[in-house]
């Protein structure tokens, strides 16, 4: 695996590649996954990680110009590790892991799978590196539109992706594998309510009152990812004197955030508890009555409203087609961009305890159903043994003409 990110870190992007990493070696695969030098260690992965920058011990979140520099090291020690390992399969996560690996690929003569999650340029656009309207946008496009050209198969993370790649790329429907976001429904569980991880003992040590409801967040903190709209939501409660708390949970940018909350008047109403260790991400969000979803991104997934469903948290969320996709007609709707929507949306649940109960329960019951881990692994499995066995082919007809 190819993974241009600085892998792990706690959110998004991270938590599939670490997912469908472990599926896979539970279902009996190697899987070798080369990185940035930067990101914390998982004990039970093989991780291989590029040598710094001398000029740049850190990096932003997301799109960059020193993305430039990390890839070029990248594509460096993906090869030396590629040419030491003589790997069956290159699978390339985002644009950078595809581009990456298709040189890779057929030095080796294997297959390439690209494991999207999301449009290169509306994920530039929401990190505000690429403007619509601006001289690169119609370069960049293009680019994307190459590197959907390169794998032999295409995983999206939702079926919008997929209509996507039909509809503005032009790639062929029989290359692409819709495999939605997953999630561990042994890890993130409800908690029975006499457990000493039922959110109780947590709730106080963050100093919030044992009575009062918690609104959870848990995700990357960013304009697109709706962290304003939910600080506004907050404030539209409290100003209709609805008694909650806002737990929100993650990273950049929190102190930034903070102080918007204080300038909106509901500093005492809201928690930041910065980043959330992924392994303490369910006794966390075990505080919560109610899970909060406000991003605005119509191109990524969403993956943290599958861990809201399958810890019973009823969820608000804005009305896109991917948080349709996870949630179904369980959700809880608002307009994009809409913050009394999503203030109406956390005040029916808060006044309706039967009506959350109902909806946690269905939303657990979907996830164990529909978005498990160990059924897209062996998915995963077969399309490798496909693409494989396709390719072996390819070499032995080649072998034959020559």
Not at 210 to 231: E, F, K, N, S, W
Not at 303 to 315: H, W
Not at 380 to 402: E, F, M, N, P, T
């Amino acid at each position: 695996m190819i993974a241009p990110t600085s892998f792990f870190a706690d959110y998004g992007c991270h938590i599939r590649i670490l997912e469908e990493a472990r599926v896979l070696r539970r279902l009996g695969h190697r899987v070798t996954i080369v990185t940035y030098y930067m990101g914390r260690p998982v004990a039970d992965l093989e991780i291989i990680r590029t040598p710094p920058l001398p000029w740049r011990a850190d990096y932003e979140v997301g799109s960059s110009r020193h993305k430039i520099a990390f890839d070029l090291y990248l594509a460096f020690t993906s090869l030396t590790v590629a040419l030491r390992l003589r790997p069956d399969i290159i699978h390339g996560h985002i644009h950078e892991g595809a581009l990456i690996g298709a040189p890779l690929a057929w030095l080796l003569g294997i297959p390439l799978v690209f494991d999207l999650q999301g449009s290169l340029t509306g994920e530039m656009i929401d990190h505000r590196f690429l403007r619509p309207d601006g001289p690169w946008y119609s370069a960049v496009r293009r680019l994307e539109r190459w590197i959907t050209r390169l794998p032999g198969a295409i995983l999206t993370s939702s079926q919008h992706a997929r209509q996507m790649l039909e509809e503005d790329f032009d790639v062929p429907p029989v290359k692409i594998h819709p495999l939605p976001d997953c999630v561990d429904g042994e890890v993130f569980r409800p908690a029975n309510p006499g457990s000493p991880t039922n959110g109780a003992a947590l709730k106080q040590h963050l100093g919030i009152s044992p009575d009062r409801p918690v609104v959870v967040y848990l995700g990357l903190l960013a304009d697109y990812q709706g962290t304003p709209h939910l600080l506004q939501a907050a404030s539209r409660l409290k100003e209709r004197a609805v008694d909650a708390h806002w737990l929100i949970m993650g990273y950049p940018n929190h102190p930034e955030y903070a102080r918007m909350a204080k300038d909106l008047g509901v500093g005492d109403r809201v928690t930041f508890t910065g980043r959330i260790p992924y392994e303490e991400a369910p006794r966390y969000l075990s505080v919560g009555d109610i899970a909060i979803a406000p991003k605005l991104s119509a191109t990524e997934g969403s993956g943290k409203v599958l861990n809201y469903m399958a810890m019973g948290l009823p969820t608000v969320a804005f009305d896109t087609p991917v948080q349709r996709e996870y949630l179904s007609d369980l959700g809880v709707y608002a307009a994009p961009g809409d913050v009394d929507g999503l203030a109406d949306g956390v005040c029916a649940l808060l006044d309706d305890p039967e009506k959350r109960a109902e909806l946690g329960h269905a939303l657990r019951q979907r996830a164990e159903e529909h978005f498990s881990w160990d059924q897209t692994g062996r998915q995963i499995v077969d399309l490798y043994h496909h693409l494989y066995q396709g390719s072996r082919r390819g070499r032995k007809q080649r072998a034959r003409a020559l």
